[in-house]
């Protein structure tokens, strides 16, 4: 039985979409969500509601008030232009940016502005982790294996339901309190990556090319957010398998809960 049923008050979180070129019905330009996000959430105690893609800012802040946190998901690439304009032709020809113009960038940078300004609950995944550092200024690695000598393979999409390298955690870092260990096994389906963290966040894990895993807020900036949690890999592929990958949609739903709480 689901956690919901134990809940008075089970807390809603904004889940941002990916943008599909040709949907299912009429193959229009169409929202899309992998549904295991959504299990992720309900298994954990929360209800997700899938935000609407527009860039008008009201309607986001109105959103975002409306729920109790946010969770940013995977997708396409991000525009190159927003963190680096001089990247040569043969690795602008690597990057899939979304099929709307921009739109998605933009609509998901809007709503980090409001994620911040109305201090909700975060949790961003493989792009929403990239993005999150764009939108405080840090730049990627925008291919892996042309720019990182000796990198492992991280575009991994066989194997998405699996371990195919390890990451090491920092110690008393929130990821390793959460997860209960200092070495965990990740799946691995990205191509970019997080250079180094912009302001105000702290890489909390890496694999061992050095690439940033997970980032947190600087303990400088910590009350900014009341849970914040940044990752590379998939953890809503996990859940099913492995209780760390549980854990981390626990602490964040939790959080969420509180949130809801407060607002009464």
Known sequence: MLYLSRMARPPLILVSPSIEKRGVEF????????????????????????????TNRATLAECVRRTDGVLLTGGDDINPGLYDKS?????????SQT??????????LLLIAEIFRQRKPLLAICRGHQL????????LVADIKQQVPGALNHQRMDTALEFVHEVA?????????????????????????????????????RSRDGLVEVMELKPESAARLPFFLSVQFH??????????Y???????????TKNAKNKK
């Open 99 to 108: 099929p709307d113009n921009g739109v998605r960038d933009r609509f998901e």
């Open 235 to 244: 953890p809503e592929r996990l859940t099913e398998k492995h209780a760390s």
């Open 27 to 54: 193959h229009d330009l169409s929202a899309s969500l992998s549904v295991r996000y959504n299990q992720a959430i309900l298994q954990a105690g929360g209800i997700p509601v899938t935000a609407p893609v527009t």
């Open 132 to 139: 999150m550092n764009v939108a405080f200024g840090g730049g």
């Open 169 to 205: 955690l920092t110690p008393g870092s929130l990821v390793a309190k959460i997860c209960g260990r200092w070495i965990l096994g990740v799946n691995s389906t990205h191509h970019q990556a997080v250079a180094e963290p912009a302001q105000p966040f702290v890489a909390t894990g």
């Open 87 to 95: 990247l040569p032709k043969k690795i602008l020809k690597t990057i």
């Open 246 to 256: 549980r854990a981390i949609f626990q602490k964040f739903v939790a959080a969420c």
